[in-house]
């Protein structure tokens, strides 16, 4: 498909025509049956623990009526081994027959389990059983947040990354192109960055080139190999799946691109033109901490060429300071084609920011904006944001998931309001 014929218009959500099977998992994954292992055994071992407990003395059958059939909140362990069994059943049904693959059942089941530990030591009365009245509901405890990070860090990420190469595998033996080919790019209509805005595009893109450095010349290829994997990521939008939507219509795609991995995408209608949007987020790059309240510092390190330049940015904190400030360096690319602006963008090294221990280095994926004109309202563009980054540092995926959603989300929001700000008073 080339890409002057791919439309990112309102038909834009409709699903491709492309008939590329989707991987088919019909047997369970190895790290999934893992987990179920696990869960079985969390089980099976809290209630060894309780059954230890209750023949200490060797009064077994006495015990176990006292505790089941007289059953006491206080003093009780009973609660613990029937909470163990629920966590193992809803766990097993949710991950083993259903195939769910998402990390909600599994937080559900550590929120609840972890509540129901933590006000039972505080008023019960387990530490007069002896050391496994408080062994007990310890080892459960850990053992809930064992099935948690389990899930969230090797479960949900490594069947995604299968499922990436049965994909490329798929498309390689039906003789189809894989969402990443190398081909060359058609040379097309280039945009300019500030440098050079009032140039116009000629021969002496060719001579600028012969007087590239070795490390000038890598710039330029990563900008260009990103470009090329971003165009393919959004020609397959029947791989997107919806994630959330706001009132003014913005809307949070999720895909996952082989040899990449989750990226999400930012879709939203802008009362501006194209040129008006592309030269706030990106050919004024410099400015955007005065209206990108999640960016502090942004600056522009070295123009390569007219279309390719290296940028760093620093990134403040989110989640509430959960997620520190993150610093990333980037190279870019920049194309222009009739009604539409296009940015790509991957991280790369520069040594006018090496990494330092004052701030966590992030390291984007392959990304950028595209904007394009609305063809039912030619004042106003169509933004399309590919964010694909990996901020490092052990943090939980759905707090990384929930909090790029967010950014990307009040991005267009604060780029709405400055958009509105610059707008001529009728």
Same mark, same amino acid.
């Given at each position: 498909?080339?890409?002057?014929?791919?439309?990112?218009?309102?038909?834009?959500?409709?699903?491709?025509?492309?008939?590329?099977?989707?991987?088919?998992?019909?047997?369970?994954?190895?790290?999934?049956?893992?987990?179920?292992?696990?869960?079985?055994?969390?089980?099976?071992?809290?209630?060894?623990?309780?059954?230890?407990?209750?023949?200490?003395?060797?009064?077994?059958?006495?015990?176990?009526?006292?505790?089941?059939?007289?059953?006491?909140?206080?003093?009780?362990?009973?609660?613990?081994?029937?909470?163990?069994?629920?966590?193992?059943?809803?766990? $097993?049904?949710?991950?083993?027959?259903?195939?769910?693959?998402?990390?909600?059942?599994?937080?559900?089941?550590?929120?609840?389990?972890?509540?129901?530990?933590?006000?039972?030591?505080?008023?019960?009365?387990?530490?007069?059983?002896?050391?496994?009245?408080?062994?007990?509901?310890?080892?459960?405890?850990?053992?809930?947040?064992?099935?948690?990070?389990? =899930?969230?860090?090797?479960?949900?990420?490594?069947?995604?990354?299968?499922? /990436?190469?049965?994909?490329?595998?798929?498309?390689?033996?039906?003789?189809?192109?894989?969402?990443?080919?190398?081909?060359?790019?058609?040379?097309?209509?280039?945009?300019?960055?500030?440098?050079?805005?009032?140039?116009?595009?000629?021969?002496?893109?060719?001579?600028?080139?012969? /007087?590239?450095?070795?490390?000038?010349?890598?710039?330029?290829?990563?900008?260009?190999?990103?470009?090329?994997?971003?165009?393919?990521?959004?020609?397959?939008?029947? @791989?997107?799946?919806?994630?959330?939507?706001?009132?003014?219509?913005?809307?949070?795609?999720?895909?996952?691109?082989?040899?990449?991995?989750?990226?999400?995408?930012?879709?939203?209608?802008?009362?501006?033109?194209?040129?008006?949007?592309?030269?706030?987020?990106?050919?004024?790059?410099?400015?955007?901490?005065?209206?990108?309240?999640?960016?502090?510092?942004?600056?522009?390190?070295?123009?390569?060429?007219?279309?390719?330049?290296?940028?760093?940015?620093?990134?403040?904190?989110?989640?509430?300071?959960?997620?520190?400030?993150?610093?990333?360096?980037? =190279?870019?690319?920049? #194309?222009?084609?009739?009604?539409?602006?296009?940015?790509?963008?991957?991280?790369?090294?520069?040594?006018?920011?090496?990494?330092?221990?004052?701030?966590?280095?992030?390291?984007?994926?392959?990304?950028?904006?595209?904007?394009?004109? /609305?063809?039912?309202?030619? #004042?106003?563009?169509?933004?399309?944001?590919?964010?694909?980054?990996?901020?490092?540092?052990? @943090?939980?995926?759905?707090?990384?998931?929930?909090? $790029?959603?967010? =950014?990307?989300?009040?991005?267009?929001? /604060?780029?709405?309001?400055?958009?509105?700000?610059?707008?001529?008073?009728?």
């Amino acid at each position: 498909m080339d890409w002057t014929e791919s439309s990112l218009n309102s038909s834009y959500l409709v699903g491709s025509a492309d008939s590329t099977p989707r991987p088919e998992n019909k047997k369970i994954s190895d790290v999934r049956r893992t987990f179920c292992l696990f869960v079985t055994f969390d089980f099976l071992f809290v209630g060894l623990l309780w059954l230890t407990e209750l023949n200490v003395d060797g009064n077994l059958k006495d015990k176990l009526i006292n505790e089941v059939v007289n059953y006491s909140y206080q003093t009780s362990l009973f609660d613990i081994f029937c909470l163990g069994a629920v966590r193992c059943t809803m766990l $097993l049904l949710a991950y083993a027959l259903f195939r769910l693959k998402h990390w909600w059942m599994v937080a559900l089941t550590t929120f609840v389990s972890s509540a129901f530990l933590i006000v039972k030591v505080i008023i019960s009365q387990l530490l007069k059983k002896g050391a496994l009245g408080y062994v007990i509901p310890i080892v459960s405890f850990i053992l809930v947040w064992v099935e948690t990070w389990f =899930v969230d860090f090797k479960v949900l990420p490594q069947e995604i990354k299968e499922e /990436n190469r049965q994909l490329q595998s798929q498309q390689s033996g039906s003789g189809q192109a894989p969402l990443i080919y190398p081909r060359p790019l058609s040379d097309p209509h280039f945009y300019s960055p500030p440098s050079s805005l009032d140039g116009s595009d000629d021969d002496s893109e060719d001579e600028t080139k012969k /007087n590239l450095t070795w490390r000038e010349k890598e710039y330029v290829q990563q900008g260009k190999r990103s470009m090329e994997v971003m165009k393919q990521t959004l020609s397959r939008q029947d @791989l997107w799946s919806f994630d959330k939507k706001t009132e003014y219509g913005d809307v949070i795609y999720i895909t996952d691109v082989t040899g990449y991995g989750r990226t999400y995408i930012l879709k939203a209608v802008l009362d501006a033109t194209p040129e008006a949007v592309f030269d706030e987020v990106v050919v004024n790059i410099e400015a955007m901490p005065q209206w990108n309240k999640a960016i502090t510092e942004s600056q522009v390190l070295q123009r390569v060429e007219d279309h390719t330049f290296v940028t760093y940015e620093v990134a403040a904190s989110a989640a509430r300071g959960l997620i520190s400030p993150r610093d990333f360096v980037t =190279v870019r690319r920049v #194309e222009r084609r009739p009604d539409r602006f296009i940015s790509s963008g991957m991280s790369t090294t520069h040594d006018a920011r090496p990494v330092h221990d004052g701030i966590v280095r992030g390291e984007n994926g392959v990304g950028g904006f595209v904007v394009d004109r /609305n063809r039912h309202n030619h #004042e106003q563009s169509v933004l399309h944001w590919i964010l694909n980054t990996d901020l490092k540092g052990k @943090l939980p995926g759905y707090l990384v998931q929930q909090s $790029l959603a967010g =950014v990307m989300l009040d991005f267009a929001e /604060n780029l709405r309001q400055r958009l509105r700000g610059m707008r001529p008073a009728v």
